[in-house]
């Protein structure tokens, strides 16, 4: 570096900064809407009883959830296994609390459609479609602890379909060509 004069390492600085101050800024990212939410014309148009009677069914699909995660647990525990008794307690624990926003969720639904709230009884719904998605795949989680996420379908029936073999030994030429086999390189023949 003593070697190059000063004015070489000053038009390199140049260069390079210049280089850098040609490069075009990066695009602002979009700061996120903290209260967003879906347009009304997007929102599903469903009517009080209809919205009731899918919030019953979620209920009914959640508690059912909850009754297969108990079984397992109660399998696990049979078989002594702390460690798959550990994974569907935690995913037990979680649905538990989900189950409790739920009932929540619903008994808000209930008075959001005697206010005649639509606002609010969208809200409530949301939360519970929200709820019960986030159970059901709880669920499948906790299957997956217990490793029961593979289920038998049936006997398995293979079908080989293989290409014909001509230097098969089992069989003859196909071709006749009678090939002579190689002799032996032994006195002793």
């Known amino acids: 570096m003593r070697s190059l004069p000063k004015w070489v390492a000053g038009a ?10 040609a490069q075009p800024a990066p695009a602002p990212t979009p700061a996120p809407d903290e209260g967003a939410t ?11 009883a209809e919205m009731q009677a899918q919030a019953r069914t979620y209920d009914e699909q959640n508690k059912e959830h909850a009754r297969h995660v108990e079984q ?26 989900l189950l409790n926003i739920m009932d929540a969720a619903l008994a808000n639904l209930e008075v959001a ?18 709820t019960s998605e986030k159970v059901r795949a709880l669920r ?23 290409p014909k073999i001509p230097d098969d030994p089992t069989r003859d ?8 086999p190689p002799g032996y390189a032994s006195p002793f023949d």
Do not use: W
């Not at 390199?12 to 101050?21: E, I, P, R």
């Not at 006997?155 to 080989?160: G, H, L, S």
């Not at 030429?173 to 002579?180: A, K, L, T, V, Y």
């Open 12 to 21: 390199v600085l140049v260069l390079a900064s210049s280089t850098l101050l």
């Open 38 to 48: 879906v347009p009304s014309e997007q929102q599903a148009k469903l009517s009080p």
């Open 72 to 97: 397992l647990r109660m399998t696990a525990r049979k078989q002594k296994d702390v460690i798959k008794l550990n994974c569907v307690n935690d995913k037990y624990l979680q649905i538990k609390a």
């Open 113 to 130: 459609i005697l206010g005649k709230d639509d606002d609010g009884r969208y809200h409530e719904f949301t939360k519970i479609t929200i």
């Open 140 to 162: 499948d989680e906790a299957d997956a602890c217990v490793g029961e996420e593979l289920t038998y379908l049936g006997e398995t029936a293979v079908e080989v379909h293989e």
């Open 173 to 180: 030429d196909p071709f006749g060509n009678d090939i002579e």
